[in-house]
């Protein structure tokens, strides 16, 4: 297969892990946070952690677009679709993200709600465009990359007069989430969770570009080396981080310059900073309440705006009170710590949110690197 | 952390609780209802063999083989096949992998109000060919009509009963550490040719079903005398699921090789598109054994002899693992579990 084979070639795979065991300094240990889901999830797919010295770590991180999505909002998804009368499309693992009262999108389908799955915001619209008499929602989540979609989704619903179509809109930020980890104290003050850089996003990257990460890399002292989501992409990663690390220099290195620029796509952030303004704060699962850290739709738009067009109100819902997801999601815990992991919290039956999406760093390690566990 | 935990699984909310789409899935919520609900009530010792099809005695001496299968398969037509056929040779299938010459079958259609006839005389004609080239005739069935909208255009049931050979002992449980895996040909086709289909996907790709009828490539590895032990067909849920039952029963683990697993092009772009796993798409035409390995090379020729097994591959061993864990060497040197399928990855496959 062009353009993915080429970077998941073994050969070349072994070839970085013995430049990383070579050059990481036997009387040090390395920690580093993979922000995103996607490197979450090629790390356990390809198996990578066999591959690394015992004294390089790495810590997931909270960017699974799924996995901080509160339960709160899916209520109101849920909500709107036995409630409301309101056919909710969205994106396929969101499906699964347990919600109060038992429930998940996929129960509330059980249940008579008419939920679909899309692969893209434009079928959303299409939908709408299919059935004039029912009110269409569409669930958007997601990070930088799904945001101009939804966006462009909007337009074309406007331009096509729709008055069936609408948006509850969930999109949250990659810099807003990054700060608030740099800014716990379980980073900042007692450092119980040692942090040595970050592997940044690649497809989050391609939108806001690279220049968002000078200021944690300068500000927090911590290297950034934007990385492709293909597995010798975060092997290139980590040996740029722990060259960075022996150096003791800390700025943004772009792995993904096949894809990433410094000022990213002007294009896509014009048409978001059209649609949407930020939220004055959003709850996000395991990080809680953070300011500033999703975007709404402007009033402008209010009538492709769910939050808007239906008589709906947020309520903040607790997560269960043994799941550690959110200590997870911070980095403060891995996912064997949790009494539940593996217990009465599977993927069959999500307790918490990263046990969810394969990208949740439950999920993947249950899925794919639950053996460790075993040996160990 | 002491150890891995066992497998636990919450119990069905039988009071409370509501069908949903991961229930036919293949994966372990189908395996979980299946075990809680009907292995409960029905239970008896033919139906705890726990394989595809029931081995039974004969009054008159000798064994059969006994299975069925319903068929909801969306899209009706789709590249490489349709309901007729695949409902042919899904049965034929289950009841071949036990070792056994399928003989007859037995159909029963369910059609919804409404569904043009032109529609459904093309799909009897495609399960009359099948039947024919298979050498198994459909004979006896059932038809029955609900209202528009109680049905999607026809589902069909097939039943198949066949003979097993003297000597011929093939179950899911006799997988023993050291035995070879050996697989008959490319992962995925069937379900990405169906997904390609779908009109939601936009999406087009030059991928054909496999759908097949496998007796007679079985037949051909049974003749060489080989010590096969276990023959499936890694249908709903894939190969990774497949195995995962064959290792559950067998109380055995696997060890496969990702760069030995053969898979076509075209199917890995279009899952690596659509953020699938091959070896959890549906195949209709393949099948996985598990052979001693003193035979396995004598098998593997005797596959790739034949049309449906040309590009049989040996893609792994079974191990000892008290934890029944299905682990593969991927192509980067690491090492990963490959897991049941979890939730639902294609509906309606088949």
């Known amino acids: 297969m062009k353009y993915v084979d080429e970077f998941r070639d073994g050969k070349l795979a072994r070839g970085l892990a013995g430049a990383i065991?070579?050059?990481?300094?036997?009387?040090?240990?390395?920690s580093f946070m993979e922000f995103c889901g996607g490197h979450t999830h090629a790390i356990s797919r390809?198996?990578?952690?066999?591959?690394?010295?015992?004294?390089?770590?790495?810590?997931?991180?909270?960017?699974?677009?799924?996995?901080?999505?509160?339960?709160?909002?899916?209520?109101?998804?849920?909500?709107?679709?036995?409630?409301?009368?309101?056919?909710?499309?969205?994106?396929?693992?969101?499906?699964?993200?347990?919600?109060?009262?038992?429930?998940?999108?996929?129960?509330?389908?059980?249940?008579?709600?008419?939920?679909?799955?899309?692969?893209?915001?434009?079928?959303?619209?299409?939908?709408?465009?299919?059935?004039?008499?029912?009110?269409?929602?569409?669930?958007?989540?997601?990070?930088?990359?799904?945001?101009?979609?939804?966006?462009?989704a909007i337009k074309q619903a406007k331009a096509l007069g729709l008055k069936n179509f609408s948006v509850l809109c969930c999109h949250v930020l990659t810099p807003a989430a990054i700060s608030n980890i740099l800014e716990s104290p379980e980073v900042?003050?007692?450092?119980?969770?040692?942090?040595?850089?970050?592997?940044?996003?690649?497809?989050?990257?391609?939108?806001?570009?690279?220049?968002?990460?000078?200021?944690?890399?300068?500000?927090?002292?911590?290297?950034?080396v934007i990385a492709g989501f293909e597995p010798l992409d975060v092997m290139q990663a980590i040996l740029m981080l722990v060259r960075q690390v022996n150096a003791g220099t800390a700025y943004v290195e772009n792995e993904f310059s096949r894809a990433v620029s410094r000022d990213g796509n002007l294009k896509a952030q014009d048409l978001v900073a059209e649609l949407f303004e930020l939220r004055r704060e959003f709850e996000w699962r395991g990080l809680n309440v953070v300011p500033y850290s999703a975007l709404k739709i402007r009033k402008e738009y209010a009538e492709f705006d769910a939050e808007c067009r239906f008589p709906l109100a947020y309520r903040s819902v607790a997560d269960?009170?043994?799941?550690?997801?959110?200590?997870?999601?911070?980095?403060?815990?891995?996912?064997?710590?949790?009494?539940?992991?593996?217990?009465?919290?599977?993927?069959?039956?999500?307790?918490?949110?990263?046990?969810?999406?394969?990208?949740?760093?439950?999920?993947?390690?249950?899925?794919y690197g639950r053996f460790r566990d075993a040996a160990a | 952390m002491a150890g891995v935990r066992p497998d636990y699984v919450r119990p069905l909310d039988l009071k409370h609780g509501r069908v949903d789409m991961t229930h036919g899935s293949g994966g372990r919520a189908m395996a979980q209802l299946i075990e809680e609900l009907f292995a409960r009530h029905f239970d008896n010792e033919f139906l705890r063999q726990g394989n595809d099809g029931a081995t039974l005695p004969m009054p008159t001496g000798g064994r059969m083989v006994m299975s069925c299968d319903g068929h909801v398969v969306s899209p009706l037509f789709f590249a490489g096949g349709d309901i007729g056929c695949l409902c042919v040779h899904g049965t034929i299938n289950d009841v071949a992998v036990m070792g056994a010459k399928p003989l007859w079958l037995a159909a029963s259609f369910i059609m919804e109000e409404g569904f043009p006839l032109a529609d459904l005389a093309r799909i009897v004609e495609s399960m009359a060919r099948a039947a024919k080239e298979a050498g198994v005739p459909v004979v006896t069935g059932d038809t029955k009509?609900?209202?528009?909208?109680?049905?999607?255009?026809?589902?069909?049931?097939?039943?198949?009963?066949?003979?097993?050979?003297?000597?011929?002992?093939?179950?899911?449980?006799?997988?023993?550490?050291?035995?070879?895996?050996?697989?008959?040909?490319?992962?995925?086709?069937?379900?990405?040719?169906?997904?390609?289909?779908?009109e939601n996907l936009g999406f087009s790709a030059p991928i054909v079903s496999d759908t097949a009828a496998l007796h007679g490539l079985i037949a051909a590895m049974l003749e060489t005398g080989a010590d096969i032990r276990v023959l499936r067909d890694p249908t709903r849920g894939g190969l990774a699921t497949t195995l995962n039952e064959i290792a559950r029963q067998s109380r055995a683990g696997m060890m496969l090789e990702e760069e030995a697993i053969p898979v076509n092009p075209e199917v890995a772009a279009a899952c690596e598109f659509l953020g699938l796993d091959p070896l959890y798409v549906a195949n209709e035409g393949k099948l996985v054994a598990i052979v001693a390995e003193a035979d396995a090379e004598r098998v593997l020729a005797a596959m790739r002899a034949h049309p449906l097994g040309r590009k049989a591959a040996r893609i792994g061993a079974v191990t000892a693992d008290d934890h029944h864990f299905v682990q593969m060497t991927t192509g980067f040197g690491g090492r990963r579990i490959v897991d049941w399928l979890t939730g639902e990855q294609l509906p309606r496959i088949c």
């Open chain 1, 320 to 367: 269960n009170k043994a799941c550690e997801c959110g200590a997870i999601l911070r980095g403060v815990k891995r996912p064997q710590d949790c009494t539940l992991f593996g217990t009465v919290c599977t993927p069959e039956n999500p307790i918490g949110s990263c046990m969810v999406s394969s990208e949740g760093a439950c999920a993947a390690h249950y899925t």
């Open chain 1, 188 to 224: 900042r003050q007692w450092g119980t969770v040692p942090l040595d850089g970050f592997i940044g996003p690649a497809h989050v990257s391609t939108v806001i570009g690279s220049r968002p990460y000078e200021f944690f890399a300068e500000e927090y002292r911590k290297p950034v």
């Open chain 1, 46 to 152: 390809y198996g990578l952690i066999d591959l690394l010295p015992a004294n390089v770590r790495m810590v997931h991180g909270p960017g699974c677009p799924v996995c901080v999505l509160p339960i709160g909002r899916v209520d109101m998804a849920i909500e709107l679709a036995l409630e409301h009368g309101v056919t909710l499309c969205t994106y396929g693992d969101t499906l699964r993200v347990p919600a109060s009262k038992g429930l998940s999108l996929m129960k509330a389908k059980a249940r008579g709600g008419d939920i679909r799955m899309v692969y893209s915001s434009a079928d959303a619209v299409r939908i709408a465009q299919e059935n004039p008499d029912k009110p269409v929602v569409f669930l958007a989540i997601g990070f930088e990359t799904t945001t101009p979609p939804t966006a462009v």
């Open chain 1, 21 to 30: 065991a070579r050059e990481a300094d036997g009387a040090r240990r390395y």
């Open chain 2, 145 to 198: 009509v609900v209202e528009q909208g109680k049905a999607d255009g026809v589902f069909i049931t097939t039943t198949g009963v066949g003979v097993v050979p003297e000597g011929v002992t093939l179950s899911g449980d006799r997988a023993r550490p050291g035995d070879v895996i050996l697989l008959s040909g490319t992962l995925g086709d069937h379900g990405m040719a169906i997904m390609a289909q779908r």
